[in-house]
């Protein structure tokens, strides 16, 4: 099933996408988000908890502190989401955590009005044990919960790319001289991150399945580039290959 | 295109063109952040460009690579970057929320004249069910206040008891989710839930207003309410408006997409919704006041002002009844027994001020004690003694207290080693100005004061409330000589000993002390700190 995402196009004609996120990330986010209020005031309370008695003194603080506190409890409970939205451009801490971002649907920073209007929105939600939410993420065209409906915003799903890997690697650059000299045909994209894919992950794989797949990839990838292994074993071919498309080009 | 050179592979592209797209990375995440200069807007442009190219290079010949998810990623949010919203800053957006807000609320007003009209449906219901059959009010008046209301007292009250000044941010909290969910259901049943919650508040209201009239509490509760009720209500009120305005775009999308409609008068929504939760965290912070204000529900010293004060002094004379703190602090008036008696319940409290010990200059206030104690014998007077029990003890404390007492009123004991501790009564009238840390329990229960222990002067609160089992102190310190806690403690500990002490032999010398000990109510503390 294909990853449902938002498509549109700038105005230099670029068609882009944003990947939409879905209920587990968000529940994720979430959690990670109500953890970080609680750990605060758990934290708040105990460090209170060694100076003094809360009840006598919040009888005896002035009327800033009053204010004060009324504010902070008040922030605490309410704030927390739009602050974090609006100020850290549509990360809250869960949702950095979980690579999550509130953008407005045309892909924009989100303001404070929309997110006023999405976070005021879970006290409906929130009562109902969050069912409306998760029914509508999961089953929404553009995965918008009710907040989002109405705040004109999206949670999108940031990925963390990794350009290394298109690099060449040492081992592949000393494999490399053996190919050097014979005529290559350049590898199609996908054979390509195959090949990447493989090489990234390697070391995690159990050593019988490492070396099956690898000798799985070699014909393959030989007969695309137009040349055979010749002498070199499975591995150091496919460093050799990757080091050769890295370089040459 | 770069250069006729055309890359051969993903990876040659990256390779040639990564350095060029992080640099596009960091000015975008500097754009969003704030503003860039001239030159890097330029520089930033162009790297936009030239990645756009890159990125339908990468999809025409490299399809489904990684770098073309990087690429596409990094694009949208340099987009984001380039087409967001203007920042002006707080101050224009002030100005446009200024001329916005008003607008938006004009533009919708069907929809809070029907919200108004449902909430005093409800209320209209509310009243005349309790008033045409009082019955009604035990389904329709939560069970405290009926209990409350049955004793004669305010059930606010128990608010504070329970926790002052959290109850503010509890308050805070009850009344955004309150309109939040008057909002949501507006979007959620297509208003149908936010009328329902509006008739439901509406009867409530109403039931709760005419239960209290009935037992004669009708002109507190007003009183209570008359802070903070406007505000609240019309906050309330818009929160359902803007409910309602999102519930008639639900239905009636007209010629847009019903999303769209949606869409777009949720941002209406919000420009009307932006003043609510400002006005609610103030009509929250206003009813907390009150409730702190009327916390010494004695005699007249509802507000926090000097003038209440005076006013006070006068009530102790024994000339005048006063009014019983729900009404607020209008002392002057003669108040009915059966009003008074009322408040037999409502919390008490009353100050003992001590102070650095030695002090003779109070030989005057223990006149005033005296004095008011033979004035007392009146069938007023003994009314508030048998409320302001705590006070009267701490006042005939004054007179039962061994030590080395001066001229009658000061009462000093040894603590402990090294410690003195004075209780003494405010000065009459006249004498107010120039009277020692004298503390009322009109600002709640911070009754400052100082004591000396061992030379060094210490600040403490001490605060005498009337309990079930005979009155309660607390003693706090803040600050002494000694910096450590434990000591700051053991210090707050004995203080409260003796001064409960002291109070618990003021209580068995009976009731007329009570108008002299009124006095000691004069919330003059903040004229009175220095010694």
New interface residues.
């Given amino acids: 099933m294909p990853t449902p995402e938002l498509r549109f196009q700038t105005a230099e004609r670029v068609a882009l996408t944003l990947e939409l996120a879905g209920v587990g990330a968000r529940a994720l986010a979430w959690m990670a988000d109500a953890g970080c209020l609680l750990l605060c005031w758990v934290t708040a309370l105990l460090v209170y908890s060694f100076s003094g008695d809360l009840y006598d003194d919040v009888v005896a603080l002035p009327w800033l502190g009053q204010l004060l506190l009324v504010a902070g409890v008040f922030l605490g409970g309410w704030g927390w989401d739009v602050a974090w939205e609006v100020l850290g451009q549509g990360r809250t801490p869960g949702k950095r955590l979980a690579g999550l971002r509130v953008v407005r649907v045309d892909g924009t920073p989100v303001g404070a009005g929309a997110s006023l209007v999405r976070n005021l929105l879970r006290a409906v939600e929130l009562p109902l044990a969050y069912a409306p939410a998760i029914l509508a993420v999961a089953l929404g065209a553009r995965r918008q919960r009710l907040g989002d409906l109405v705040g004109g915003t999206l949670v999108i799903r940031e990925r963390r790319y990794d350009l290394s890997r298109y690099l060449a690697t040492p081992d592949g650059a000393a494999a490399l001289g053996a190919l050097r000299r014979r005529p290559l045909q350049p590898l199609p994209a996908a054979d390509w991150e195959q090949l990447a894919d493989f090489l990234r992950r390697r070391p995690e794989l159990d050593p019988a399945a490492r070396a099956a797949l690898a000798a799985r990839l070699v014909p393959a990838l030989a007969r695309r580039a137009g040349i055979d292994a010749g002498g070199l074993a499975p591995e150091p071919f496919l460093e050799a290959l990757a080091a050769y498309h890295a370089e040459a080009g | 295109m770069s250069g006729a050179r055309r ?9 040639d063109r ?1 350095a060029s ?1 992080e640099r596009l990375e960091a000015l975008a995440a500097r754009a ?2 704030g503003r860039l200069p001239l030159a890097d807007i330029e520089e930033l442009d162009q790297l ?2 030239r990645a ?1 190219a890159d ?2 290079l ?1 999809r025409s ?7 073309e ?2 690429l ?2 990094l ?2 949010r340099v ?2 970057a380039l ?3 203007a920042r002006g800053g707080a101050g224009p957006a002030l100005r446009r929320a200024w001329a916005e807000i008003p607008l938006a609320v004009q533009a919708h007003r069907p929809q809070l004249a029907l919200a108004a009209l449902l909430l005093a449906a409800g209320a209209l219901a509310g009243g005349l069910a309790v008033a045409w059959a009082p019955d009604a009010a035990a389904w329709l008046v939560p069970e405290p206040v009926r209990s409350a209301v049955a004793a004669g007292r305010l059930w606010t009250g128990h608010l504070l008891s329970a ?4 109850s ?3 308050l ?2 009850n009344n ?2 309150a309109a ?2 008057a ?3 507006g ?2 049943t297509a208003g149908l839930g936010t009328a329902a919650l509006l008739l439901l508040n509406g009867l409530l209201l109403g039931a709760v207003l005419t239960h209290a009239w009935q037992g004669g509490l009708g002109l507190p509760v007003l009183g209570f309410m008359a802070a903070h009720g406007p505000l609240e209500l019309s906050a309330f009120l818009l929160a359902a408006q803007a409910g309602l305005a ?1 519930a008639q775009a639900l239905i009636e999308p007209g010629e847009l997409s019903r ?1 769209a409609a ?2 777009l008068r ?2 209406e ?3 009307i ?2 003043p609510v ?1 400002p006005a609610l ?1 103030l009509a ?2 206003l009813e ?1 006041a009150v409730l ?1 204000g009327r916390g010494g529900a004695c005699a007249g010293t509802g507000r926090p002002r000097a003038g209440a004060g005076r006013r006070a002094l006068g009530v102790a004379a024994g000339r005048v009844a006063p009014r019983a703190g729900l009404g607020g602090p209008r002392v002057g008036s003669r108040s009915p027994a059966s009003r008074r008696s009322k408040v037999q319940g409502s919390p008490c409290r009353a100050l003992a001020s001590a102070t650095a010990s030695t002090s003779t200059s109070t030989s005057k206030s223990s006149e005033t004690t005296s004095a008011g104690s033979t004035s007392g014998s009146s069938s007023a007077a003994r009314a508030v003694a048998g409320r302001c029990s705590a006070a009267r003890s701490a006042a005939a404390a004054l007179r039962a207290s061994p030590g080395r007492a001066g001229a009658g009123g000061v009462a000093s004991a040894g603590v402990r080693a090294g410690v003195t501790l004075t209780l003494r009564t405010a000065p009459a009238r006249g004498a107010a100005a120039r009277a020692g840390p004298c503390v009322a329990g009109a600002r ?3 009754t400052l004061g100082s004591a000396r222990a061992a030379g060094a002067p210490s600040t403490f ?1 001490c ?1 005498v409330r009337s309990g079930r089992m005979g009155p309660v102190v ?1 003693a ?1 310190v ?1 600050s002494s000589a000694s910096s450590r ?1 434990n000591q700051r403690a053991a210090l707050a500990r004995t203080l409260a000993q003796r001064i409960s002490s002291a109070v618990a032999m003021g209580s068995a010398a009976g009731a007329a002390g009570c108008a002299g000990a009124s006095t000691m109510r004069a919330p003059a503390w903040r004229r009175n700190t220095s010694p």
């Fill in positions: 890359p051969r592979s993903v990876a040659a592209l990256v390779r990564r797209w969003v952040a936009q460009r756009s990125l339908a990468l010949r490299f399809g489904g690579s990684e770098a998810g990087y596409s990623q694009l949208a987009q984001a087409h967001r919203r926790a002052p000044g959290v503010g941010a509890a805070a909290h955004v989710s939040a969910l909002f949501g259901l979007a959620l999102v999303a949606v869409q949720g941002r929504a919000a420009r919704l932006a939760v965290a929250a912070l907390a702190a709640g229960a911070r609160t605060e607390r706090r803040f806690a």
